[in-house]
């Protein structure tokens, strides 16, 4: 079926030269794409500027004279070596983006991070003070008290508002799914889906819904590495003319249990073992061992988390699969059951396990790096939505439960049916408020 043409507003497809100088900015680790010409790309060039004035002094020649008392009285003038550009002394690669967020490019060697902050400044002045539920109020720095020395009273409402409001700044990491990256986008329906559906992103061909998208390891903590060997999270949360839809799942269309009554102890198998806190966003343990040796089930889960697919090389070559079986329903209530699958757009590619294992030592934030450049270079990453439908009546004629999120739906019987895509194209503007915070029906 022939899909409408993409929203002008948006890159559609990026060169593949503008693909190669976004990853040939990341130095932690080996790009996706041959490295541009160092004549071509000014941080291809600062790179390799930066590598010549490494290489002109490859040690302290005046070292041995900062040592001694007369010498810590008079210490003798230091080695130094001239950068044969002003592209080695910038700040970062990223002060040569150019987008509404950070203005223009900034000049070569300056530092963006020490200006003036003049440009990000809120004038209060005028406005009146308020509770966070918008009460207006004289003073929130001095507590209501019985008498001029007397206890701080209850009835102080503004004290409670900003001590809970205090302790509430930080919330708990999640269980599982702490370590995690997001981005903003839109998915766009190919087709209006009236005989299936009467979800509103499926309302009408073209119709675009903005997308908030969060990608996150499974095991490991906040600050854990992001190329463990590890399921990942795939969640995606519409925002819709009706109100919002979450569509939860994972980069692996099998799950571990069939019963979520063993979630709980599969969680805690999986986390590190009580003793030691060892280790850190891995199943190599015996405690997760034991638990799946226990399970049988668990055995097909097993063959996808062993293998590369457990260590996808980018968020934006890694699959997505709703996992469970989910039920449409349309305007004259009849009922379908769906699959859904997000398919990458740069294909699906993995990380060999040395691969992953230098990454994590190079860049523990690899993952999360590669998402934010990505976005920010106009590389957007994007996948296409598709669903195997099937009645009750076919899924009756299945040799396996459809219920049963350890089983697949085999493409041979149900062939997957393109219906949207989904672009990622714009970055948070603060990860706790907007990453941290968000969160996701599972229903």
Same mark, same amino acid.
């Given at each position: 079926m ?21 990853a ?6 080996? +790009?996706?794409?041959?490295a ?29 004279g ?7 009285m008079?210490?003798?003038? @230091?080695?130094?070596?001239? +950068?044969?550009s002003?592209?080695?002394t910038?700040? &970062? ?15 070569? @060697? ?27 109020? #004289? ?42 990256? #997001? ?20 309302? #009408? ?11 996150? &390891? ?16 795939? #969640? ?12 939860? @799942? ?24 009580? !003793?030691?806190?060892? +280790? ?10 034991d638990?799946?040796?226990?399970m ?15 260590? +996808?090389?980018?968020?934006? &070559? ?28 740069? @294909?699906? !590619? ?11 030592g ?53 062939p ?28």
């Amino acid at each position: 079926m022939a899909k409408p043409p993409s929203t002008p507003a948006v890159k559609k497809s990026v060169k593949k030269s503008t693909a190669a100088k976004a990853a040939a900015r990341n130095t932690d680790s080996g +790009p996706s794409y041959p490295a541009p010409a160092a004549d071509d790309d000014a941080a291809a060039r600062k790179m390799e500027d930066t590598q010549t004035t490494a290489a002109a002094m490859p040690f302290n020649a005046t070292k041995a004279g900062e040592h001694g008392a007369a010498n810590g009285m008079a210490p003798p003038q @230091g080695q130094s070596v001239s +950068p044969p550009s002003r592209l080695v002394t910038g700040s &970062t690669l990223s002060e040569m983006q150019v987008n509404a967020k950070v203005g223009t490019q900034a000049a070569p @060697g300056t530092n963006p991070g020490v200006l003036p902050l003049d440009r990000v400044r809120v004038d209060s002045s005028g406005q009146a003070l308020t509770t966070n539920q918008g009460v207006r109020i #004289a003073d929130n720095q001095n507590s209501l008290k019985a008498g001029t020395r007397g206890p701080v009273l209850l009835e102080d409402f503004i004290l409670r508002d900003k001590l809970t409001h205090f302790d509430h700044e930080r919330i708990p990491e999640r269980i599982v799914h702490a370590r995690g990256s #997001a981005a903003h986008g839109f998915f766009e329906a190919y087709e209006a889906l009236p005989d299936l559906t009467v979800a509103a992103p499926f309302k #009408a061909a073209g119709k675009i819904t903005p997308v908030f998208v969060r990608f996150s &390891t499974v095991q490991g903590e906040r600050g854990s590495k992001d190329t463990a060997r590890d399921v990942r999270g795939f #969640a995606v949360k519409f925002y819709t003319d009706e109100g919002n839809w979450d569509l939860v @799942g994972n980069n692996i269309p099998v799950f571990f249990i069939q019963d979520a009554m063993k979630f709980p102890d599969l969680v805690h198998a999986v986390k590190p073992e009580p !003793h030691h806190q060892m +280790p850190q966003a891995a199943s190599a343990h015996d405690t997760f061992w034991d638990f799946v040796s226990l399970m049988p089930e668990s055995t097909h889960m097993l063959m996808w988390v062993m293998s590369d697919r457990a260590i +996808p090389r980018s968020y934006a &070559t890694m699959q997505g699969f709703g996992v469970h079986s989910y039920r449409l329903v349309n305007a004259d209530g009849e009922s379908v059951f769906v699959k859904f699958h997000w398919s990458p757009k740069f @294909g699906t !590619h993995s990380l060999t396990w040395d691969e992953a294992v230098k990454i994590s030592g190079a860049d523990p934030d690899y993952h999360r790096r590669d998402l934010w450049e990505r976005i920010e270079s106009g590389a957007f990453p994007e996948w296409e939505l598709g669903i195997q439908v099937f009645t009750e009546e076919d899924a009756a004629r299945f040799s396996f439960d459809i219920l049963d999120a350890t089983k697949i739906v085999p493409e041979e019987l149900v062939p997957i049916r393109p219906i949207g895509r989904m672009v990622l194209n714009r970055n948070p503007d603060n990860f706790f408020a907007e990453t941290e915070q968000v969160a996701f029906c599972t229903a």
